[in-house]
């Protein structure tokens, strides 16, 4: 035997399916308790694929800044082809896949998150018009059906915002149910689940092909083009001058709503939850709001702004609750090493924001949510958007989305608890940690 | 002062460009991904030290560095 130095295997595989059972069960936990038993590597098992979770800010860097020909984003998530379609992502060329992430941060520039802003304003605005004096909601499904209005709009456009019904949502929601550990595993299988997303799939091609189809025509009709992510995706160009197929921008709108659509709401109705459990900074973060609000500044302005108490009490809900935590890439090509650890190539390497965020040498005190903690100085030490070349490329639009909501919710009310504390719990239905239904919470209007 | 710039971090949204077109600017890449920062000037004089720093310190990546 060699003395090379190798990850420690977490305790409960089970023959055949590996550690499956426990990773469905809840990913969170199963991966916390991994980086507990075994520390910075962790190796199981699911279903013969051998698995790598890796927690440590320079183990994290480490795979971040290799490139795509050592550790591939696209072997581990090949499940996701059906859902965009091939031409699109992974089903792409990496040079290709590459080149449309660029496209969308096109779509997402500084200068265009004025328009935005004003969009996502006037849906917030708009949305709690009617709430009244006081009430309880349900908070994980409000801003589920409240972002899909704002993102719709800022992608889409007007004309499809309004159109908008709730096949769309539906439509959406069953593609969702196809990306599950199940498909993790098998995701071309029989399953109804995948049948489902195939035809939803097809549904959702002909609805968004018509909106690409007039937005042509009325371009061709001379109209002055509008601010959205479907018009940077008609104007957008490879690098050799080529445009998109059309047929494939369907494909990138279902991209990108999957990228920004759960994580952003799930992240509002955390930050909410949070505020609710802690009074105290509940009220650091309205004195905020108030200074701004009331220098007269309309929503979509003061949401520009910076605001250091806000983001940081979103940041520290990001921080405990990263909707995002199974974070994959695949060995390839040659054998990865990372501190003398030699992983085969086919190696699935794990990244897990929960995990990372709970690393007790960047965040002293780690289940305690304290929104005045300090930046890790590590780079890759917090990571809720994931890091390197592969970051969210959507991560200054998701604060721009939070922040409106939250400002113009915290303008005009204050949130509490309306169960017991400890019935607000974090669960898995999928590969999103969102907090466990109902999420009930009470507003009050403030004095 | 002496500015450096971690590529594998900057995804080109500008913000440097923004703030201190005298010493960054935003350049396509060669493989058609991000645009990436480009130093134009890498040893500022001291007038444009106060620009720079909050260059460096509103990258949203962290990508800037000061050395
Ligand atoms: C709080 C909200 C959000 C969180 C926590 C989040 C988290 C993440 C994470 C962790 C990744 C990296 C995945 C990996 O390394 O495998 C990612 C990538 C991505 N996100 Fe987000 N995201 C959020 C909002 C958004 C929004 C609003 C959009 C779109 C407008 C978006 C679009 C994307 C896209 C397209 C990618 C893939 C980027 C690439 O492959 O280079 N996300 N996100
Ligand atoms: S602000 Fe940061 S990420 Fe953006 S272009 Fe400049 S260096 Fe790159």
């Known amino acids: 035997m060699s003395d090379q130095p190798r ?23 199963f991966l916390y308790r991994a980086y507990q038993e075994c520390g910075e590597l962790a190796e199981f098992d699911l279903f013969g694929a051998k698995h790598v979770l890796l927690s440590s800010a320079d183990a994290q860097e480490a795979v971040y800044r290799a490139s795509d020909d050592q550790v591939s984003a696209a072997a581990p998530y090949q499940y996701m082809v059906p859902v965009f379609g091939e031409g699109i992502q992974y089903g792409a060329p990496v040079e290709t896949e590459r080149q449309q992430v660029r496209f969308m941060s096109d779509g997402l ?15 917030v605005e708009d949305y709690i018009s009617d709430w009244g004096d006081e009430g309880e909601k349900e908070f994980h499904d409000t801003f589920k059906e409240l972002v899909l209005r704002t993102s719709t709009h800022c992608l889409m456009g007007s004309e499809f915002r309004h159109r908008l019904n709730d096949e769309f949502g539906e439509l959406f929601e069953q593609l969702e149910h196809a990306i599950s550990p199940e498909a993790v595993i098998d995701y071309q299988s029989e399953a109804e689940a995948f049948s489902t997303r195939d035809e939803a799939r097809a549904r959702l091609q002909e609805m ?18 509008p601010t959205d992510m479907l018009q940077s995706f008609l104007d957008a160009r490879y690098k050799d001058g080529e445009a998109m197929d059309h047929e494939l921008i369907p494909g990138m709108i279902i991209w990108i709503m999957f990228g920004g659509f759960h994580t952003s709401s799930n992240t509002a109705a955390w930050a909410c939850l949070e505020l609710a459990r802690h009074p105290q900074y509940q009220r650091e973060v309205i004195e905020e709001v108030d200074k701004v609000y009331g220098n007269g500044e309309d929503l979509s302005f003061a949401a520009l702004r910076e605001l250091p108490i806000t983001e940081g009490f979103v940041m520290e809900t990001l921080r405990l609750h990263p909707p995002l935590l199974t974070l994959m890439r695949q060995v390839v090509n040659q054998p990865f090493e990372y501190k003398g650890n030699v992983f085969e190539v086919g190696t699935n390497l794990v990244i897990s924001p929960y995990v990372s965020h709970r690393l007790p040498e960047h965040f002293p005190d780690p289940e305690r949510f304290d929104p005045h903690r300090p930046q890790p100085d590590h780079l890759f030490a917090l990571i809720p958007f994931g890091g390197g070349r592969r970051k969210c490329v959507g991560n200054a639009f998701a ?8 400002t113009a919710l915290l303008s005009r009310y204050e949130l509490s608890l309306v169960d017991a504390p400890e019935s607000y719990r974090e669960v898995m239905p999928s590969l999103i940690l969102r907090p466990s239904s109902p999420c009930n919470l009470r507003y009050t209007r403030r004095k | 002062m002496k500015i450096v710039a971690d590529l594998d971090l900057c995804q080109g949204h500008g913000m440097c460009e923004d703030t201190a077109p005298e010493v960054f600017r935003v350049v396509e890449s060669e493989d058609g991904s991000y645009d990436q920062v480009e130093i134009i000037l890498h040893e500022p004089d001291s007038g444009l030290h106060e620009k720079v720093d909050s260059a460096v310190r509103y990258c949203p990546n962290r990508a800037l560095k000061i050395q």
């Not at chain 1, 409960?12 to 399916?17: D, S």
């Not at chain 1, 520039?109 to 849906?123: D, F, L």
């Not at chain 1, 721009?400 to 939250?406: A, G, R, T």
Request: aromatic share 6%; hydrophobic share 40%.
């Open chain 1, 7 to 29: 990850p420690k295997t977490v305790s409960g595989a089970k023959p055949e399916i590996g550690h499956y059972d426990d990773f469905m069960e809840h990913a969170a936990h």
């Open chain 1, 109 to 123: 520039r500084p200068k265009r998150m004025k328009t935005y802003a004003q969009v996502i304003a006037e849906e």
């Open chain 1, 208 to 225: 968004l092909m018509k909106s690409v189809n007039e937005r042509l025509a009325a371009n061709a009709a001379g109209n002055e083009p």
């Open chain 1, 399 to 406: 604060f721009l989305q939070v922040k409106s909501i939250l």
